[in-house]
């Protein structure tokens, strides 16, 4: 079975690299102490702290797992061969709830680094996925759990 592509743009696999070496270098070397110190209190039927230590043992490595398949698997997104006014992986995008006549701007990225509080929304999203390859004047139609929403495109930029 193939593995799925995870879509980054530089700066979030940079992150994900960082995050990979920090778990690496730093934290599996502090959970071994841990472990180390946990074992010299004798009794590891008992002991909360070896306990704890391992269940974090369990827990950094399964996260180095998840971030080395996330980098082997990432495909980089070009955010500067876009077409201008098209709607795209890591461009910015300016909408208007037509209803409210609100307007949200969107960094539109990969699912590993949505962060809809940073205003950073997946292509995968509801309205990541409505607006993708669509150029600005358009109106789209969002499917939420709050019913149908319809935004226009209002802008589209790399940046």
Not at 9 to 38: H, N, Y
Not at 61 to 69: Q, Y
Not at 116 to 136: K, T, Y
Request: charged share 35%; hydrophobic share 40%.
């Amino acid at each position: 079975m193939t593995e799925k592509d995870v879509m980054l743009t530089r700066d979030g696999l940079e992150k994900l690299e960082q995050e990979l070496e920090e778990l690496r270098s730093v934290k599996r070397t502090e959970v071994a102490e841990r472990i180390k110190e946990a074992i010299a209190f004798g009794d590891l039927s008992e002991n909360s702290e070896y306990d704890d230590a391992k269940n974090e043992q369990a827990f950094i490595e399964g996260r180095i797992l998840t971030l080395e398949k996330m980098i082997r698997n990432a495909k980089v997104i070009e955010e500067d061969v876009q077409v201008e006014g098209v709607v795209s992986l890591g461009c910015f995008v300016k909408v208007r709830d037509i209803e409210f006549d609100e307007i949200m701007e969107y960094k539109i990225v990969g699912t590993v680094e949505a962060d809809p509080m940073d205003n950073r929304i997946s292509n995968e999203s509801p309205v990541g996925a409505a607006v993708l390859g669509r150029r600005v004047g358009e109106t789209v139609d969002v499917a939420t759990p709050m019913g149908l929403v319809k935004f226009e495109i209002l802008e589209v930029s790399n940046g």
